[in-house]
């Protein structure tokens, strides 16, 4: 059981660039989420989805692209990075949010600098 | 409009001491919370959680509070020890709306040995 899974670790990437970054899971979870991490600024959620071909927009989705075609699979798009975008991002997964006990499971992360 | 605050960004404590992290929320509509616990350079992972419906949850040296007519809520780590530092995040969920966590901005736990 891998559990949360990203890649790529670490990116590097210019500004206007386009890039995906992967997240998949193992444990059957309906619901997957990212947040971005910023100094100062907690987790904050980006983009959520409930199921497959269901998603929902967060707190900060500008400038991100989510779909889910899968229940495993929940790769996030970058359409033209920015600065701004500079961040630690973190997918998780769970069960239904209404299913209690409820916890989320995050993965390791993926460090992106944007240049 | 920040819904999950933890007002102190660091915290240092003695080992074997006791720790007190403290959250506070804005919407009367949480009725589930949780902890999580952040080493560097990895992904959050959870720690203890509690609904509404209880005012205390314990896990080993581990006890979370709930205030609801405050909308606070604190963590308390007894004894603490030097494992135990990390950034911890408090999180706050209408389970009843299946709405997403909300987290707040976290807690640096330093443990002193």
């Known amino acids: 059981n891998a559990g949360v899974t990203q890649t790529p670790k670490f990116q590097v990437l210019k500004t206007g660039q386009s890039m995906t970054l992967q997240c998949a899971q193992d444990m059957n979870h309906e619901y997957m989420s990212w947040y971005r991490q910023d100094p100062g600024m907690g987790l904050r959620l980006i983009h959520y989805?409930?199921?497959?071909?269901?998603?929902d927009q967060g707190e900060v989705p500008n400038g991100y692209n989510v779909s889910r075609s899968t229940t495993e699979d929940f790769p996030l798009r970058l359409l033209s990075a920015a600065p701004s975008q500079t961040s630690v991002y973190f997918c998780a997964s769970s069960g239904l949010l209404a299913e209690l006990p409820y916890e989320q499971y995050f993965g390791p992360g993926t460090r992106l600098t944007v240049t | 409009d920040q819904q999950v605050k933890q007002n102190s960004p660091s915290l240092s404590v003695q080992e074997g001491r006791i720790s007190i992290l403290n959250c506070d929320y804005t919407?009367?509509?949480?009725?589930?919370f949780l902890w999580y616990k952040k080493y560097p350079a990895e992904g959050p992972t959870f720690l203890i959680s509690i609904s509404s419906i209880k005012d205390k949850n314990e896990d080993g040296r581990f006890t979370v509070f709930l205030n609801k007519s405050a909308k606070h809520l604190s963590l308390h780590i007894v004894p603490s020890q030097p494992g135990d530092s990390a950034v911890y995040f408090c999180?706050?969920?209408?389970?009843?709306?299946?709405?997403?966590?909300?987290f707040g901005k976290g807690t640096r736990l330093s443990v002193i040995a």
């Open positions: 989805s409930v199921g497959a071909g269901i998603t």
């Open positions: 919407n009367s509509m949480f009725d589930y």
């Open positions: 999180a706050a969920s209408e389970v009843s709306g299946n709405t997403p966590l909300v």
